[in-house]
């Protein structure tokens, strides 16, 4: 296991305590972190076009490989030039593994120890994922960096109740994913093909965290991903859970925490030990008028208190909406009749807050 803070693909450029600035280098180029990855979970994040996402400081976009997958599905994404080319997206791109969907689509799902099988809603279909088929899905969608297939489960009070199995086979599902990528890649250096980052669970229990995170650091794996948070707990929970792990991780690979992007959160996890960080909630929340101004208050643009007022979103920001000088009043307006306009406004707007406070940190 690597034990300094440098490797051919990861260079730590500065460290006070746990917060970290780095270089991370992909088949598809150079990410600075810590960084914020939206999500463009069918290849496009919603209501902005690749070049709007790149103009807010966005260094790595997601896509979801459950979702496509469904559709149109990994060989129509390859013969469109794979996931740069389907998107004309030129940024790094990462990819999940359809472990999540584990987890927010557990009332169409059956888990077994080979795999997990779907049910399409749309047209009742069987899906089935494995290990292996996510790490044959990722990469023929040309992903430039990927998930393992993990066993995410809610931290709801009955979805505790399933962490140890989830522990267990998210440990066994790694092994075969590894290995079914090693195969894959074989004869690949590192700068021709993509990184693999491993996923650590056990819910709120600290001895099954540590016990995954070394687990995940003893193999071959190239990122350290944090799943299974930001999954019905409380925000106390959660932060438990990340100020534990800040001491632990092996300081030569990237960690990345998944699922999370409320700023109050980002901050915290960078300031323990998170290099990445990806999560849907600035633009969904955009689409439904909410964004984040100074002080990571969030205001509310359907609200009537903003009928006449000609302030931009936040008077002290650099994003492109606010700089052109979109008024809070005419963004209430578009919301109140439906324009799609305004959900990608504020979607630029809070894109760039995030980037803004992942910024501050770099030095």
Known sequence: MPTDKTTDYFKVLAQAEWIRSAELTTCAGKVLTPTFMPDGTR?????????????????????????????????????????????????????????????????????????????????????????????????????????????????????????????????????????????????????????????????????????????????????????????????????????????LYDPARPHFLLGVGDPVDLRFAIEHGIDMLDCVLPTRNARHGTAWIIGDKKIHLTNATFVTDTEVIDPGCDCATCRAGYSRGFLRHQFKVGEPLAGTLVSIHNLRYLQKICENYRT
């Open 43 to 247: 290849g496009a994040v919603k209501g902005l076009t690749p070049q709007q996402v790149q103009e807010t400081g966005v260094g790595v976009v997601l896509a979801n490989t459950y979702h496509l997958h469904m559709r149109p599905g990994e060989e129509v994404i390859a013969k469109l030039g794979g996931l740069h080319g389907f998107t004309n997206q030129s940024l790094p791109m990462l990819t999940d593994s359809g472990g999540f969907q584990v987890f927010s689509l557990a009332k169409i799902r059956k888990i077994t120890e080979e795999g997990v099988t779907f049910k399409d809603p749309a047209t009742g279909d069987m899906i089935f994922l494995s290990p292996e088929k996510s790490m044959q899905i990722q990469l023929a969608l040309g992903a430039d960096m990927m998930v393992a297939f993990d066993d995410v489960t809610a931290l709801d009070d009955q979805g505790r109740s399933r962490t140890k199995e989830a522990f267990e086979r998210t440990h066994r599902w790694l092994e075969r994913s590894l290995a079914e990528f090693q195969r894959l890649t074989k004869g690949k250096s590192i700068s021709e093909r993509p990184l693999l980052f491993g996923v650590v669970q056990g819910g709120l229990d600290k001895d099954l965290r540590r016990q995954s995170l070394e687990i995940v650091q003893s193999l071959p794996v190239d990122g350290i991903a944090i799943g299974g948070l930001s999954v019905g707990e409380a925000r106390q929970d959660m932060h438990d859970i990340l100020e534990f792990l800040a001491p």
